[in-house]
């Protein structure tokens, strides 16, 4: 096994000097016109759906969502009946 600061054959690896910090580079002022037109290009490469897709898309949402909900009403109801089961209340 090696030991930690020697290279593979044993000897001492050199020392690391650490480097100086650096400097942070310089910020360009915010420019809101440009920030504009760099939003316009990127949203000009959004693969954007169809409404064909949207609507399918939209179809299995509502369908998950109404599925999930009455999952946890029925689990709910059926925990709060079994508590007070329970509990003899």
């Known amino acids: 096994m090696q030991r930690q600061g020697q290279d593979p054959d044993g000897e001492s690896a050199p020392k690391r000097t650490s480097a100086p910090p650096r400097r942070a580079p310089k910020r360009e002022p915010f420019r809101v ?3 504009l037109r760099e939003v316009r290009s990127e949203l000009r490469q959004v693969a954007w759906p169809n409404r064909s897709e949207v609507i399918n898309y939209t179809t299995v ?4 969502l109404l599925s999930l909900m009455v999952l946890i009403f029925i689990l709910n109801y059926a925990f709060a009946k079994g508590v007070l089961w329970l509990f003899k209340t």
């Open 33 to 35: 016109g440009q920030f």
């Open 61 to 64: 949402t509502l369908v998950t």
